[in-house]
Structure formats: C-alpha cells, structure tokens
C-alpha cells in the first residue's frame, strides 16, 4: 500500500527565510502527488499537484515542489517565508489505478517575525 | 470553482446518538470522500465512493457508515455515537485520478 511520510511535524522559520517541507512516498509506481495548505479551522487547499509532468511544479503562494524519482521525494520550497504563510501542510499520493489518495501526518510552519 | 459544502461547521452530540453528516458538492465529481483528521495522525479516509450507490471501505471504517443515492451528496453516519469519535470530519471530491477538493470540516464533539 501506497504510504506518505513527512519528516518534522513541526518546523520554525524565520520571515523571509527559506521553506523546506519534506515529504517521501512510498511507491515504486510514480503516483500522483500533492501538497495541500490548511488554515485554522479550514478545509485542506491545494497548493501545487504533480501528474507526470514537469518534475518542477509551481504552485499558488510562490511555492513549488520537485519530484524526484531516485529518492521518491517531493519536497515543498518557498525561498522567502511571509507571515501569511504560517499552516499546516499536507503532502499526499494518489496511485495509478485507484482513487484513494493517500495523505502524510502533516508539518505546522511556523514563521518567526 | 468548485464548492464542497459541508452541513455543519460544530456539532455536539451525547454518547449513543445517531449522528448524520452531509456533504454535498457541485461540480458532477464522480468521487467523494469522508476523511477524519486527528492531530499527529494526518488525514485517515472512512469510506469513499466511486459512483452512486457504490461505497469501499476505507482505513478506518469500524463505527461509521455512509450513504450516497444521489451522485451530489455523501453522507457519513454514525450509528451510537462514542467520545473517541470526537473528531474533525472533512468530506471531499474528485474527478478520476485528480486532486480532491475539500469542505470546511465539521468538527464533532462527542460528550
């Protein structure tokens, strides 16, 4: 089975520092991949997805992920953190043939003014 | 855009009750989903639905059921309610092989 995991449940940055987020799947099939953004008390929004495209996907909020195959990760940058940014993310998998998709534990962004 | 709309954003309801959550969205997906969302453990999927009528098990299914006669709305139910299943719900929807759109959630208190 298709699993998701995402290292640090919980990361500090400082305002305009670097984000990284990292998540690793666990599929020798590349699935199709997905990071999602969740505000307090919110629903889950996509960020940015992958389908076997681009390995650099670009997203909405100046974030973008790469796929890399060789270490199946798909790990989530933003080169300069904003205060607006400050969530929880969820990386998550959906593999070829089936429509569950899979999600990790989630990492809360903290962003230090 | 697509609009998922879940029935309730709080609900609190006693130990054994009987307790229906809707969800209902407008974009003709095939797919619909009820997930729960507890803190450390991500999102765990309950049950999903590829057509009407039609429902699979998913991680977590023990104390839940669901119902979906109409391709629009899935509702989850909970046949006697417990405290460890005070959660927060969140339903969503897809196309095939495409990413899911999410409600609000519904966060259940169970006292």
């Known amino acids: 089975a298709q699993s998701v995991t995402q290292l640090g449940s919980h990361v500090s940055v400082s305002e305009g520092a670097l984000v990284l987020l990292r998540c690793n799947y666990s599929?020798?099939?590349?699935?199709?991949l997905f990071w999602y953004v969740q505000y307090p008390n919110q629903g889950l929004q996509l960020l940015l997805k992958?389908?076997?495209?681009?390995?650099l996907v670009k997203g909405i909020n100046g974030f973008e992920a790469e796929f890399k195959k060789s270490e199946t990760s798909f790990h989530l940058t933003k080169p300069s953190a904003h205060m607006s940014d400050a969530a929880e993310y969820f990386c998550?998998?959906?593999?070829?043939?089936?429509?569950?998709?899979?999600f990790g534990t989630g990492t809360k962004l903290q962003v230090i003014p | 855009d697509v609009k998922v709309t879940q029935s309730s954003r709080y609900l609190v309801k006693r130990t054994g009750e009987k307790v229906f959550l809707e969800c209902v969205q407008d974009?003709?997906?095939?797919?619909m989903f009820w997930y729960r969302q507890d803190p450390g453990l991500g999102l765990r999927l309950i049950y999903f639905?590829?057509?009407?009528?039609?429902?699979e098990k998913g991680d977590i299914p023990e104390g839940y059921s669901v119902s979906r006669e109409k391709k629009e709305r899935f509702s989850l139910i909970l046949e006697s309610a417990s405290t460890n299943q005070t959660s927060m719900y969140l339903c969503?929807?897809?196309?095939?092989?495409?990413?899911?759109?999410f409600g609000q959630g519904t966060r259940l208190t169970v006292v």
């Open positions: 969503a929807s897809s196309l095939e092989s495409t990413e899911a759109f």
């Open positions: 599929s020798s099939v590349p699935p199709y």
């Open positions: 992958y389908t076997s495209a681009a390995t």
């Open positions: 998550a998998a959906l593999s070829g043939g089936y429509q569950k998709v899979t």
């Open positions: 974009m003709d997906h095939e797919n």
């Open positions: 639905s590829y057509d009407v009528k039609m429902k």
